[in-house]
């Protein structure tokens, strides 16, 4: 059960900690909805890239902000909250945020970084080693190895052992290392030699799977002045929050989770196991697989190999028994990825997912029962994608609507390109790439002539000076490198962040 990913709320609250200050500045209203200085810092700066070209790129990113805003509300107009699809992405969310929030309050509230600490994590990332190891074949050769170390010295036993290497295809120069970096090492060998004497050997350790003795052969340190620190401090405090958060969540994950004893029963894991398998080589669900048993009734051999059995015992824990059917009801496929590449590989992941739907079970109640879900933070965020998802669906259906016949392709090309259609490119000699691309331009200049006559209708005011002195952070070799934030256990952003293709359709 402690095998978890948390880089979804790291990265979440990283974000957070970076625009706290500008939690209460709102940088714009339409109505009344606002847009905050957060809200903008968070899009802005992990957006897309391309989108912050121009003269006036604050001003234009925060423009394509508040026309999604606008497409937002209208689709309430026309009630596609109630739609299936946006329903659906709520439940979902619902449940992916609360989680977060459990998280948040039980792990990552308690993170404390200190200034010394990290002083002394620059300190010693600024050392850097070299150092020789002897490989051994198991872990009691390791430790014969180790007692020859110490007795004879390290040339004395590499000396007798190169007969043993050279059948090994390992020479001399494969044993000792470059000067390194403790930055750039592997943390394990870090942890192996950050406390060694030089020329000490180490207890046996393991590395990928092979055991070894180590030693330090040098070791430098480089000069640091108090603007090496001051530079460096930013990034080694994320490091040592990451450190600190991964603790603290995988002690609390298993102090909550192993007291209530988890157990899957064989019986009903292989018959999900092979229902399953068949059904992600047939097709990789979207929706929880109930919506397509008892809403879509589909009839094939997995599905009905589920209903079968949907009262087989699949998982016990606290004094209470899931069956097949139950875990079906909590199953939600875009939360928990499985691919149908290899059997054993998913018959491996599928049991990693049953613990991780228990695990979320269990801090869903706990978030429900310390109504998380009143919280300002969450339920701002949870109202920021269903915006999202909103303007999406009510894009989708400016894009269907927008029928174009192809005489008013033609008509458009003509006028736009008079003297080029006559003399040299006329309309009927154009490839169909070249009809589809005028069609895409004529589609894009509707829904923009559409985007800027809804928006006159909305009472917007932007906060211009808020906008103008607001602190964001752009890389200044490439400004417009885009650095995208992802959740790993979905790989979605943590954040809704504004449509790629609002460029083209403003032509700005």
């Known amino acids: 059960m402690t095998r978890i990913f948390l880089l979804t709320i790291l990265l979440l609250t990283l974000a957070g900690c970076n625009s706290a200050e500008n939690n209460d500045i709102i940088l714009a209203r339409i ?11 968070l899009n802005y700066e992990f957006g897309h890239g391309h989108l912050r070209r ?18 937002a509300l209208e689709a309430e107009k026309i009630n596609l909250d109630t739609s299936q699809a946006v329903i659906h992405a709520m439940h979902t969310l619902r449940e992916e ?16 970084v200190t200034e010394q600490e990290i002083r002394d994590e620059i300190n010693r990332t600024a050392v850097s080693f070299q150092f020789r190891f002897l ?16 007795e004879q010295g390290y040339e004395n036993v590499l000396e007798a052992k190169k007969e043993d290497f050279a059948e090994l295809n390992i020479s001399e120069s494969n044993l000792r290392s470059p000067l ?25 350790a393991e590395f990928q799977g092979q055991w070894y003795i180590f030693e330090v052969v040098a070791i430098e340190r480089q000069p640091l002045a108090e603007a090496d620190y001051t530079q460096k401090a930013p990034t080694y405090r994320k490091i040592l929050y990451n450190k600190k958060a991964l603790e603290l969540a995988t002690a609390f994950v298993a102090e909550t989770m192993e007291p209530l004893q988890v157990v899957t029963r064989r019986q009903g894991f292989e018959i999900l196991n092979d229902a399953l398998w068949a059904w992600y080589q047939h097709e990789t669900p979207a929706r929880n697989l109930l919506h397509y048993i008892e809403e879509q009734g589909w009839d094939t051999a997995f599905t009905q190999k589920l209903i079968d059995n949907y009262e087989a015992p699949l998982v016990h824990f606290d004094n209470q028994n899931w069956t097949l059917k139950t875990f079906l009801e909590h199953f939600t496929p875009g939360r928990y990825v499985l691919r149908a590449r290899e059997p054993q590989a998913f018959k491996a992941r599928l049991a990693d997912v049953i613990a991780l739907v228990v695990r979320d ?14 919280q300002p933070q969450y339920q701002r965020l949870l109202a920021l994608w269903k915006d999202k998802w909103m303007f999406q669906a009510f894009r989708n ?23 080029i259609a006559a003399a040299f490119y006329p309309y009927d000699r154009l490839s169909a790439q070249d009809k589809n691309r005028i069609k895409k331009k004529m589609m894009q200049e509707s829904i923009a002539s559409y985007v800027d006559s809804v928006s006159a209708l909305h009472a ?22 885009t650095v995208h934030l992802l959740k790993s256990n979905s790989n979605k952003m943590p954040f809704p962040i504004v449509d790629p293709n609002w460029k083209s359709v403003t032509g700005k």
């Open 31 to 41: 109505g009344d909805e606002i847009i905050t200085a957060e809200e903008f810092q």
């Open 54 to 71: 121009g003269e006036d790129p604050r001003r234009d990113y925060l423009n394509f902000m508040i026309f999604e805003r606008v497409l």
């Open 97 to 112: 945020l609360l989680i977060e929030r459990v998280f948040e309050e039980k792990a990552l509230s308690n993170v404390v």
């Open 135 to 150: 490989p051994a074949r198991s872990e009691e050769d390791a430790l014969d190895l180790y007692e020859q170390v110490l």
């Open 180 to 204: 390194v970096k403790a930055e750039e090492m592997d943390p394990v060998i870090l942890e192996v030699l950050k406390d060694l004497e030089i020329n000490t050997p180490s207890k046996p």
């Open 361 to 374: 079970a269990v801090f869903l109640k706990m978030a429900e029962q310390e109504r998380l879900d009143e």
């Open 397 to 419: 259906i400016l894009l269907d609507s927008t029928a174009i016949a192809d005489a008013e392709i033609k008509a458009y090309y003509e006028q736009k390109d008079e003297e």
């Open 460 to 481: 917007i005011v932007i906060d211009e000076t808020a906008l103008d002195t607001l602190l964001l952070t752009v890389s200044t070799v490439n400004p417009y490198m």
